[in-house]
C-alpha cells in the first residue's frame, strides 16, 4: 500500500451487531486497515459504543485522513455507500456468510461460508492465527454472533458459530453485556405461548430474591422455548426465571438466572434435567403440572441462597476483643482508642494482651461489653472492677451465609449491637457485624452487581500489560488466601473516567509475604517496612531477563505515561490492611493491623474509601462501606467523622485541592468542621504543611486551590502575607505558558516556580516569617532569596536603552530560573528582550586577556584581575573595543593605571 493512501473497513447503514463485530474482526486480521462506522447505527449499537468506544479501534467518516482510498474490506454485506478518497475501480474484499452475489465484479475478491454469523468467520481465523483480543473486543465478538444466531438458537446457527462462540467465552466475553444489548423477535407460535405465560407469571419472593414461574399448556408446540426465556426475563428482570410447558405427553422445564444464588442448574437436576447455574432445562415425563410447580417452589426454598447475606456488610479481619479480665478503667481507654460501640469479650488467656485485633475461637466468647455500660461504670467509681461484672453474656453468633432477616431477629432478641462472625468450617472468629452496617444496608437502594460494569471499566481504562499484572497479583493473594483490594484514588478516578495508573494495592493478610511470593514468581525485587506492614513489589525492567508470566503485549497508548515500555509502572506498593488512632490532635497516627472496612475508614474524605476487589472470586467487587460513590456522583467532598481534621488538619488543604481538581463542592457540615479547625494548623509541622502546598502546586490550575483556601481563612493562618488575587491568577498563567513553551528540562522543579511567583511581592521581613513557618527546603530558599535580590534591579532593567555592560551586571549574578522567571513576574516585555538578549548572546562575550596574562604583565593577583577583566569585556560588550588589538591595548592601558596608582 502507498505511504499515502489508506485501506478502509466498511459495512452496511443502520448497522447491526454482526456487522460492528466483523469490522472489528476484519481489524484484528488487518491491523492496517481502519474500520470506519457508517452514518446511521441501531439503538443498541449506539448505547454500546457510547461506553465501550474508546477501547475499541473504529473511527467516523469525518476523522478519516484525506488520503486516497487503495483498497476496502466490506463485512456482512455486499453493498455499501462508497465514502471519500474511494475511485469508481477501488478494489476490495468482500467478507460475508451469505453467498456471492456478483462474482464477475471486477477488482473484487470474496471470502465467505454458510454460517450463522459473519463474525464466526473472523473469529475462526483469530482464533487460528493466536490472535489476542480483550474482554470488550471478545464481548463484541459474540454480540455480532449471538445476534444473528438468535443466542445460537435459529435454524441457521451451524457447529462453528458454537465453537467460535465458545472460544470467545474463553477469552473473557461478558454475556451479562450481552443480555443487556440483545433483542430478539417471536415467531406467531411463540408469540401465542409467550401470552399464555406472561398471563400466567407468578413472582414469588425467595429468600429476598424475585423468581419467576409461568406454566402454560401448548401441545404440539415445536418451536423454541428459551428464546421466549430471554424475553419474559427482559420484561421482569428476575434473579430467576423457570418456565414450565405441558407440551402434551411431556413438560418441558425452561430456566435462567441472573444471580449466583439461584442455581437453576441445581434445581433441573433434581427434575432430571441439567444445566449450569444460570441456564438448565429438563424434560419430565408421567407427571401433571401441578405437581411439578409445586415441587420447584419446594426446591427452591430449599436451594436459592439469601438475597443478602452477613458476609456482604460485615467487617472481614480478626476484630478487637477484650479479655473478659480487663477492668472497666482499661475498658475505657480501649474504647478511646478504637472508637467502636461494642466489643466482643473473650475468655482471658495467661500472658494475652487485654485486647487488640488478634485471633479467637467462637467457642472462647464470653459476651459483649458496649461504650455504655463502660460509661455507666465508670460514672460509678467501679474503674477497678473487671468489665465481666457489667457486660452482656452469652455466646451469640452468626455466620458469614446468615441472612440478613435472621440477624435482624437476633439483633432484636439479644438486644446485642454487634455480633462476631464465626466460620463454621473453623470456629476462628473472622470478623463482625453491627447494628449500623444494617442501617446502611437499609437506607441504600438496591442495586444490581456492579462486578461486570467495573471488571469491563478497567479492562477499558488499563493498559494490558498493567491489568494481566493485577490479575496475576490477585491470583497470588488468593492462593495465600488473602483478600486484596486496588484502593483510594484509582478507584475514584476509575469510576470519573480518568486516567490514573498510579495503582495502591491494601492486602488483609500480610503484604510483604505477597510481595515476595510475586516477586519470586515473576521477578523483580521487593522493598518492605516490616514494621508499617508495607512492601514495594519494584518490577523487572524492560531490559531484565523475562520474568514469567508477565504480559508483553503492547497496549494502546494512554494519556498518561508509564515508567514501561510494556505499559506497567515500574512498581506496585502492596500494604497491610490497618486501622489507625491518634493519641492526640495534630500528632502523626499510631497504627495497628485491620480489616479492608477499617483501613478505609482512616482515609480523608468518603471519596477516596472505594475498593475494588482483586482476588478471582470477587474480581471487580465495589466496596462502599461510606458513601463514596454517591458522594462521587453529587460532586461532594465530604469527610468520614467529626475529628477528621481535628486529628490531621492538612486534610484541610486537601479538601480544597480535590474540591478544586474535580469541580465539586465541599460539604456544609465538612466546611463547619474546616472553619471549627483551621487553628490547629498552627500546631502541625512545617514540612506537613509545605507538602500540601507542593501537592496543590502540582495541580493543572494551583490558583483555584490556593484562592479556596483563602476563602476558608486557612492561607492567614500559614502566613498573613499568603493571598490570591488577580496578580497571582495572571502570574500563574504565565508561568505556565511559559513552562510550556520552554524546551529541555524547567530549570527548578515546578513547586519551586509557582512558591517563587506567588511570594515574590513579599517583603523581606515576611520572606523570612514564612521560611520560618515553612521551612523551606534549600533549593527553593535560594532561588526566593536570589529573585528578591534582583527585586531593586527591576525598574532599571525594564529600559529600553540599557546598555549591554548594564545588562550584564544586573543579569550576571541572577541563576538559570530567575532569568526564567523575571519576565514572568515584571510582566515586562522589555525585561524578557533584555534578558532574552543576555542568554543568547551577551553572557558569551569574553575577553581574550586571562589571568595568566595579567600576571606577566607583572600584576600581582588580587580582586584587581575581575576588575581589569570586567572592564575589558564591558568594552566589548559596549562597542568601546572590536578587535584583539584593542583589548591589549585598553588592558595594558589599565595595567598602567594600576600600577601608577599603587606607586
Not at 414450565?244 to 432430571?272: F, M, N, P
Not at 481507654?333 to 469479650?345: A, C, D
Not at 444496608?441 to 500489560?465: C, F, K, N, Q, V
Not at 460532586?635 to 481535628?646: A, C, D, K, W
Request: charged share 25%.
Amino acid at each position: 500500500m502507498a505511504a499515502d493512501s489508506i485501506t478502509l473497513i466498511l459495512t452496511h447503514e443502520h448497522t447491526d451487531f454482526d456487522a460492528l463485530a466483523s469490522m472489528l474482526g476484519a481489524h484484528k486480521l488487518f491491523p492496517e486497515a481502519t474500520p470506519v462506522l457508517p452514518r446511521t447505527l441501531n439503538r443498541n449499537l449506539r448505547e454500546f459504543l457510547a461506553l465501550y468506544r474508546s477501547a475499541l479501534p473504529f473511527r467516523r467518516q469525518e476523522e478519516l485522513p484525506r488520503r486516497p482510498v487503495e483498497r476496502v474490506i466490506v463485512v456482512d454485506t455486499q453493498s455499501f455507500i462508497t465514502v471519500r478518497g474511494m475511485r469508481p475501480d477501488t478494489p476490495g474484499l468482500y467478507i460475508d456468510h451469505h453467498a456471492w452475489q456478483n462474482p464477475d465484479e471486477p477488482g473484487w475478491q470474496y471470502w465467505g461460508d454458510q454460517v450463522g454469523a459473519t463474525a464466526t468467520l473472523l473469529v475462526e481465523r483469530i482464533a487460528e492465527r493466536n490472535l489476542p483480543v480483550t474482554q470488550v473486543e471478545a464481548t463484541l465478538l459474540l454480540l455480532g454472533i449471538y445476534e444473528d444466531t438468535g443466542s445460537l438458537v435459529y435454524v441457521t446457527t451451524t457447529p462453528r458459530d458454537l465453537r467460535a462462540s465458545a472460544w470467545l467465552l474463553e477469552q473473557g466475553a461478558n454475556l451479562q453485556v450481552l443480555r443487556r444489548f440483545l433483542y430478539h423477535p417471536l415467531t406467531p407460535a411463540q408469540t401465542e405461548l409467550y401470552n399464555q405465560l406472561a398471563e400466567a407469571s407468578q413472582v414469588h419472593d425467595i429468600a429476598g430474591h424475585a423468581v419467576v414461574i409461568a406454566a402454560a399448556n401448548a401441545p404440539g408446540f415445536s418451536d423454541e422455548i428459551s428464546t421466549l426465556a430471554h424475553t419474559l426475563r427482559d420484561v421482569y428482570e428476575p434473579d430467576g426465571l423457570f418456565l414450565l410447558v405441558e407440551l402434551g405427553d411431556r413438560i418441558q422445564l425452561v430456566a435462567r438466572s441472573t444471580s449466583d444464588a439461584v442455581d437453576v442448574g441445581r434445581i433441573a437436576k433434581q427434575l432430571g434435567g441439567g444445566g449450569h447455574a444460570r441456564a438448565a432445562a429438563a424434560l419430565i415425563r408421567h407427571r401433571r403440572l401441578e405437581e411439578v410447580q409445586s415441587q420447584l417452589l419446594d426446591l427452591l426454598r430449599e436451594t436459592v441462597l439469601p438475597s443478602t447475606t452477613v458476609a456482604q456488610i460485615m467487617t472481614h479481619g480478626n476484630p478487637v476483643v477484650v479479655s473478659s479480665g480487663a477492668t472497666v478503667e482499661e475498658m475505657a481507654q480501649i474504647i478511646q482508642r478504637y472508637g467502636f460501640e461494642g466489643y466482643p469479650v473473650v475468655e482471658s488467656g495467661d500472658g494475652e494482651q487485654r485486647a487488640g485485633p488478634r485471633p479467637s475461637l467462637g467457642s472462647q466468647l464470653r459476651g459483649i461489653i458496649s461504650r455504655r455500660q463502660v460509661d455507666r461504670a465508670t460514672y460509678h467509681g467501679l474503674a477497678s472492677h473487671t468489665i465481666d461484672r457489667y457486660m452482656r453474656t452469652g455466646r451469640i453468633t452468626v455466620t458469614p451465609h446468615t441472612s440478613i432477616a435472621d440477624l435482624q431477629r437476633l439483633m432484636i432478641e439479644s438486644g446485642w449491637g454487634q455480633i462476631p462472625v464465626v466460620d463454621p468450617a473453623s470456629d476462628q472468629i473472622i470478623g463482625i457485624v453491627t447494628r449500623t452496617d444494617l442501617i446502611k444496608l437499609w437506607g441504600s437502594p438496591a442495586t444490581h452487581s456492579r462486578r461486570e460494569d467495573i471488571g469491563l471499566r478497567m479492562e477499558a481504562g488499563l493498559p494490558a500489560a498493567l491489568l494481566s499484572t493485577l490479575r496475576q497479583a490477585g491470583e497470588a493473594a488468593e492462593r495465600l488466601g488473602y483478600p486484596l483490594y486496588a484502593v483510594g484514588g484509582f478507584v475514584r478516578d476509575l469510576l470519573q473516567g480518568r486516567a490514573n495508573f498510579d495503582v495502591d494495592l491494601v492486602v488483609e493478610g500480610d503484604a510483604i509475604k505477597l510481595a515476595r511470593k510475586l516477586a519470586q514468581a515473576h521477578g523483580g525485587r521487593v522493598r518492605s517496612h516490616r514494621r508499617f506492614g508495607t512492601a514495594k513489589w519494584i518490577l523487572p525492567a524492560d531490559g531484565d531477563a523475562p520474568a514469567p508470566a508477565l504480559p508483553v503485549t503492547p497496549s494502546p497508548p494512554h494519556p498518561l505515561t508509564l515508567s514501561s515500555a510494556r505499559g506497567l509502572p515500574s512498581s506496585l506498593d502492596f500494604v497491610s490492611a490497618r486501622t489507625e488512632f491518634y493519641a492526640e490532635p495534630t500528632a502523626l497516627p499510631t497504627v495497628e493491623r485491620g480489616s479492608i472496612k477499617l483501613d478505609l475508614h482512616r482515609r480523608d474524605f468518603t471519596i477516596n474509601t472505594l475498593a475494588i476487589a482483586l482476588t478471582p472470586g470477587r474480581w471487580g467487587e465495589l466496596l462502599d462501606f461510606y458513601g463514596g460513590e454517591r458522594d462521587l456522583q453529587q460532586g461532594l467532598i465530604r469527610v468520614l467523622h467529626t475529628h477528621s481534621f481535628v486529628d490531621d488538619p492538612t486534610r484541610i488543604l486537601r479538601a480544597a485541592r480535590f474540591e478544586q481538581r474535580f469541580g465539586f463542592h465541599i460539604e456544609q457540615r465538612t466546611a463547619e468542621l474546616i472553619s471549627d479547625a483551621v487553628a490547629l494548623l498552627d500546631r502541625v509541622t512545617p514540612a506537613r504543611v509545605r507538602h500540601e502546598l507542593e501537592l496543590i502546586f502540582a495541580e493543572e490550575r494551583p490558583e483555584q486551590a490556593l484562592r479556596r483556601l483563602g476563602e476558608l481563612g486557612v492561607l492567614a493562618h500559614i502566613h498573613p502575607g499568603l493571598h490570591v488575587d488577580d496578580w497571582v491568577v495572571e502570574r500563574f498563567h504565565r508561568l505556565r505558558a511559559a513552562m510550556s513553551a520552554h524546551s529541555g528540562p524547567l530549570p527548578s522543579d515546578v513547586d519551586q516556580l509557582y512558591f517563587a511567583v506567588w511570594t515574590y511581592r513579599m517583603d523581606a521581613l515576611a520572606f523570612a516569617q514564612l521560611d520560618q513557618r515553612l521551612n523551606l527546603m534549600r533549593s527553593t530558599l535560594t532561588l526566593l532569596e536570589n529573585l528578591h535580590e534582583l527585586k531593586p534591579h527591576v525598574q532599571r532593567l525594564a529600559q529600553p536603552d540599557l546598555p549591554p555592560n548594564e545588562i550584564c551586571q544586573i543579569l550576571l549574578p541572577a541563576s538559570h530560573s530567575v532569568r526564567f522567571l523575571l519576565p514572568i513576574v515584571t510582566a515586562s516585555e522589555q525585561v524578557a528582550t533584555h534578558i532574552q538578549r543576555y542568554d543568547q548572546t551577551l553572557r558569551f562575550v569574553r575577553p581574550f586577556t586571562d589571568g595568566r596574562d595579567l600576571k606577566r604583565m607583572g600584576l600581582a593577583p588580587g580582586p584587581i584581575y575581575r576588575q581589569v577583566l570586567d572592564a575589558a569585556r564591558g568594552a566589548w560588550l559596549d562597542g568601546r573595543i572590536s578587535s584583539e588589538a584593542e583589548e591589549r591595548a585598553l588592558v595594558a592601558d589599565l595595567v598602567a593605571q594600576v600600577r601608577a596608582a599603587r606607586d
